[in-house]
């Protein structure tokens, strides 16, 4: 993994300890070993975060249920970050890490966030459960993170992993990845219409790799905008856990906390996932 370096949890809190973050006349000043890297004008809402208590407080947490490998910081001006890679998981061949994402800002750039989730060299997965955090730099910010970790323990990625490995094995329709994508509300917005013909471009690049077949129906349909489709006319199967990992690399380089909502969104398809082995038996 590009950028990392073998955990080493003295050398983390060593640089941390450089970090220094006050609030003087409604003005946020960090300092990095003495040195104002970062000035940013606030209101009488904004509360300092101790990012640095936090960090540590977490990875102290972690290494109690988790063994960390490697590990990335990151500290530019006026945001801070931290990953955590932990145990790989093999889920349909493909290998994920236990991962633990904490992000800061003291410039209101970014919002408190803290997440954990299961990354792959190709896209970052982040589950739902019950641990994680997406948050404005205002008062009650302290205890609201301190809660969103309450949950960590060595059960934390239980249901990501089987989430996921609920996919294998199942194909699902083409009409329901839409349905899914799309949303249920009477008036589509337009970014959910945008992400459904990206998609769908992901599946003609994969037609025209000869990973999936196609018919030239099918295959035109998927040249028609979203917001010109009022019903899928020539239907297909998909691969659903191939369907995840397409759709979750159009977010590849998306903050943290749009990547939890859109797998959050893409995850829905579990209740039309048919086994392969019934579509098989229908001669499909």
Do not use: C
Request: charged share 25%.
């Amino acid at each position: 993994m590009k950028g990392f370096r073998p955990y080493n949890k003295e050398e983390i809190f060593k640089v941390l300890d450089n970090i220094s973050i006050t609030n003087e006349n409604n003005q946020v000043i960090t300092k990095y070993g003495g040195r104002v890297i970062n000035i940013t004008n606030v209101s009488n809402r904004y509360e300092i975060f101790d990012i640095v208590k936090y960090l540590k407080d977490k990875i102290e947490a972690i290494e109690k249920n988790f063994t960390i490998h490697k590990y990335y910081l990151g500290i530019t001006k006026g945001r801070q970050s931290l990953t955590l890679i932990s145990d790989e998981v093999e889920v349909g061949g493909i290998k994920f890490y236990k991962t633990f994402y904490i992000l800061n800002s003291t410039d209101k750039s970014r919002r408190l966030h803290f997440s954990a989730g299961l990354h792959s060299d190709k896209f970052y997965f982040i589950g739902a459960n019950n641990v994680g955090l997406t948050k404005l730099h205002l008062k009650g910010v302290t205890q609201a993170a301190e809660d969103a970790s309450a949950g960590l323990n060595g059960e934390t990625f239980d249901e990501q992993i089987e989430s996921l490995n609920s996919l294998v094995g199942h194909r699902i329709q083409f009409s329901k990845i839409r349905q899914v994508i799309l949303g249920d509300k009477e008036d589509v917005p337009a970014v959910n219409h945008r992400k459904f013909d990206a998609f769908k471009n992901s599946i003609r690049y994969a037609g025209s790799d000869g990973q999936i077949s196609l018919t030239n129906d099918q295959r035109n349909q998927l040249f028609i905008e979203s917001e010109r489709i009022t019903s899928v006319q020539h239907d297909f199967y998909m691969d659903a856990f191939w369907v995840f990992q397409t759709y979750m690399r159009l977010f590849n380089k998306q903050d943290a906390h749009i990547i939890k909502n859109e797998t959050t969104r893409i995850m829905n398809m579990t209740q039309w996932a048919v086994r392969n082995s019934v579509l098989e038996s229908l001669g499909i």
